[in-house]
């Protein structure tokens, strides 16, 4: 993994997160932490998507290292579908950007944008989000 490409370029596997997040890759590390947003998680086997968003001081960053770290980032429906098929099926996700947001954002703001996103894609009919 080379520098960070910019927010809407981000386009990574799982591995790569990994990789970025062990790594502590300091472009990354840099750029995902001084941004709220909303982002992409796209299960490549099923084409189903899960809308998220970040917000706090640790931004996209700090969301991020916890999928990093297990794939699911404590998230009860990616949790559900790692249990289904297994830990080792989270090298199947795709991770990206939607929409950025400024890190002093309200919650609610940034909720308002994950929920656009989520009626946009159908990620709760079709997808792998429940709320």
């Known amino acids: 993994m080379?520098?960070?490409?910019?927010?809407?370029s981000v386009l990574i596997r799982h591995d790569q997160l990994r990789h970025i997040v062990n790594r502590d890759l300091v472009t990354w590390r840099a750029a995902l932490k001084s941004v709220a947003g909303v982002y992409l998680i796209t299960d490549t086997t099923s084409g189903k998507h899960y809308v998220g968003s970040a917000y706090g001081?640790?931004?996209i960053w700090g969301r991020w290292m916890g999928y990093?770290?297990?794939?699911?980032?404590?998230?009860?429906?990616?949790?559900a579908l790692l249990t289904e098929r297994g830990a080792g099926h989270a090298q199947h996700?795709?991770?990206?950007?939607?929409?950025?947001?400024?890190?002093?954002?309200?919650?609610?703001?940034?909720?308002?944008?994950?929920?656009h996103w989520k009626?946009?894609?159908?990620?709760?009919?079709?997808?792998?989000?429940?709320?």
């Not at 894609?121 to 989000?129: I, K, M, P, V």
């Open 57 to 59: 001081t640790d931004g």
């Open 68 to 79: 990093s770290a297990n794939g699911h980032g404590d998230n009860s429906e990616l949790r």
């Open 119 to 131: 009626d946009a894609l159908c990620s709760r009919q079709f997808g792998l989000n429940s709320n």
């Open 93 to 115: 996700f795709q991770y990206s950007i939607l929409e950025i947001c400024d890190l002093l954002a309200q919650k609610s703001e940034v909720w308002t944008r994950e929920g």
């Open 2 to 8: 080379g520098e960070f490409p910019g927010y809407s």
